[in-house]
């Protein structure tokens, strides 16, 4: 690529460099540092005028200093007189927080685009934003690419009888998400409905309560997506359990107070997957509580063949990869590497599989050089 740099931030340099290689150019050089106090120094390494920069930096668990130092990026490269700046964040920081959860919160994400375009960036590269609209909090152009022709494409290399599959959603967020990924696989979807109550409002054990079960089929169409079945089976269960955590599509960290020891979480399943290979599919995998209370449920109540935990970014905070590999009703964790993780805690686990996109990335950044429409990437995987 003429007249482009790519830089790389030091949230993800392994990433970055697939992404390089990719694209047959060398990462250009930048030096960057801190101070004793602390504060991130930026130094750009070559002469950047008239020219289209990009610059490779996504979330991690440093969160707070790779966005500083992204913005500083930005600052300089602007400063240095970049003809374009295009601020690639395969993971977009803070898009959990992407609206008001409390009275008193803040739209922390919206405040993040600010940052952006204030330090100078002209456009953004992502993949799988938490809420699609977000894309309206920039006054810049938003390329939001997708995971999901990868994902596709692995699970019809990896797993023989995914014609006998149903991809689950664990959340009624997700289920935009599943019914997509369903329709390119030509197979069923199901959902799981999480109601959370307190014990003072109805006793808490170990029941298991049996209700109509509803079928759900995927369809290109879409006219009738979900149809009432007349059996009542124990196929959908209904079971009480006081251990789930992060149940919502947008979870709310609670403190110490307002939760109630006595409050159990109720998993319903709608759908058949009895003698089936189930996928549970996300955009990411930050606490494993949630998706560990789905696959037993999937496997010990519903007769499942074998689960998969499928997500975008692996966040996989505190001791989830433990987790979920002492969890035996999960087959394997299936991940991108959007996400930086650190080798010691790869080592965690044989469960994981970790799926690259940077040929995805790196198209996408030379079809935006190129003035190229990126709308195929949108469709196919690489």
């Known amino acids: 690529m003429r007249r482009a740099k790519v830089f790389s931030g030091s949230s993800h340099p ?43 930096q996504s979330g991690s ?67 799988d934003l938490h809420a699609s609209q977000m894309q309206g909090f920039f006054n810049k152009p938003v390329d939001n690419l997708y ?51 307190r ?3 109805q006793s808490v054990g170990n029941q298991v309560t049996e209700i109509s079960t509803l079928s759900s089929t995927s369809s290109s169409n879409h006219d009738n997506v979900f149809h009432t079945s ?20 947008d979870d709310v960290p609670l403190s110490k107070e307002s939760i109630d020891e006595e409050t159990s979480s109720t998993i319903t399943l709608v759908g058949d997957v009895a003698g089936k290979v189930v996928f549970i599919v996300d955009d990411m995998v930050d606490k494993s509580g949630s998706f560990i209370a789905a696959a037993e449920h999937l496997m010990k109540k519903c007769n499942a063949k074998r689960v998969y935990v499928i997500a975008t970014h692996g966040i996989l905070s505190g001791d989830s990869i433990k987790e979920i ?6 087959h394997q964790l299936v991940i991108t590497n959007t996400f930086p993780i650190p080798h010691e805690k790869r080592c965690q686990s044989t ?21 190229e429409s990126i709308s195929y990437l949108f469709y196919t995987a690489l």
């Open 14 to 56: 392994e990433l970055a460099d697939f992404i390089c290689e990719k694209l047959g150019i060398p990462p250009a050089p930048v030096t960057l540092k801190k101070f004793s106090n602390q504060e991130t120094s930026v130094e750009i390494g070559c002469s950047v005028r008239n020219e289209d920069v990009y610059i490779i």
């Open 61 to 127: 668990n440093n969160i707070n200093d790779h966005l500083m130092e992204l913005l500083i990026m930005i600052s300089a490269c602007k400063g240095s007189s970049a003809s374009r700046i295009t601020a690639v964040m395969p993971y977009f920081p803070y898009s959990k927080q992407s609206k008001k959860k409390k009275y008193r919160g803040a739209i922390t994400a919206k405040m993040v685009a600010n940052l952006l375009s204030v330090a100078g960036v002209d456009h953004i590269i992502t993949m």
């Open 147 to 197: 995971a999901e022709p990868s994902i596709a494409k692995w699970i019809q290399d990896s797993v023989p009888e995914y014609n006998n599959g149903v991809v689950v959603s664990k959340n009624a967020g997700g289920a935009k998400r599943v019914t997509s990924l369903a329709d390119r696989l030509k197979i069923d979807f199901a959902l799981i409905h999480t109601e959370c109550t």
């Open 199 to 201: 014990g003072s409002h």
């Open 230 to 249: 007349n059996m009542t089976t124990n196929l959908t269960t209904s079971i009480v359990d006081g251990k789930l955590d992060d149940v919502n599509d």
């Open 325 to 330: 590999e002492r969890c035996k009703s999960i």
């Open 351 to 371: 469960k994981i599989v970790i799926i690259d996109v940077s040929a995805t990335l790196a198209e996408a950044i030379r079809r935006t050089h190129n003035g």
